[in-house]
């Protein structure tokens, strides 16, 4: 990975890479107890603490703050349409036709600790829409760049059953018949981010799904 990191670009183009691992570098140097491990730490934690402050939840700050999210063998990941999101392919060989994770799904099934009442999260291809399925009904949820997209469960009777549950997680009805969780977001100058965790959010909804029976 890190061979990648700074090879496989132009020498201008690693600039900030340089200067972001160069202030790392002299940080560590600096550092009393001279361990790494505790530096990193030192270093997430602030970075965490002002993106909380500012409640500036981008997808940075969620592989910062879940290691779950950061445990793909390559630490390559791919998004929509080549930019890094809240939709990420967490590759485990350098090819997106091998078996991955969706980081944020994954961190979502993990603090629900349902376990195995949802179908543990492994995807194979990029073009697929990724579900984090329930097992008993079917039903499930997707990460979307505002929120989650939701999926009812395959008895078409439980529907309306379904979605009065999702209601009270503040969910919204599209115009195309979808079901939505939106997070809410606000622009820090570079587009919408989440304003609140959507893995705290999404594990919730997942609970509450799995206690109705879904």
């Not at 009270?168 to 809410?184: C, E, F, M, Y």
């Not at 977001?185 to 879904?214: E, Y």
């Amino acid at each position: 990975m890190w061979r990648y990191l700074l090879t496989d670009a132009t020498h201008e183009s690693l600039s900030a890479t340089r200067a972001v691992l160069g202030d790392f570098l002299a940080g560590l140097a600096r550092a009393t107890s001279g361990d790494a491990g505790e530096y990193c730490k030192a270093v997430m934690d602030a970075w965490l603490a002002a993106r909380e402050e500012s409640s500036a939840f981008d997808w940075r700050y969620y592989l910062v703050k879940y290691p779950s999210m950061r445990g793909g063998e390559t630490g390559i990941y791919y998004g929509v349409d080549g930019r890094l999101g809240y939709s990420l392919c967490m590759l485990r060989t350098k090819r997106l036709s091998g078996y991955y994770r969706d980081p944020v799904l994954l961190e979502v099934w993990r603090a629900s600790e349902v376990g195995d009442r949802v179908q543990d999260p492994w995807f194979r291809f990029e073009t697929d829409p990724r579900w984090l399925r329930l097992e008993r009904s079917g039903a499930g949820l997707r990460s979307t760049s505002e929120g989650f997209e939701l999926r009812g469960p395959d008895d078409d009777n439980r529907r309306s059953t379904f979605i009065g549950l999702c209601s009270q997680h503040q969910t919204v009805v599209s115009a195309g018949g979808s079901i939505v969780l939106r997070i809410p977001q606000h622009d820090h100058g570079n587009g919408p981010i989440d304003s609140t965790d959507r893995v705290v959010v999404g594990a919730a909804l997942l609970r509450a799904l799995v206690k109705a029976g879904f």
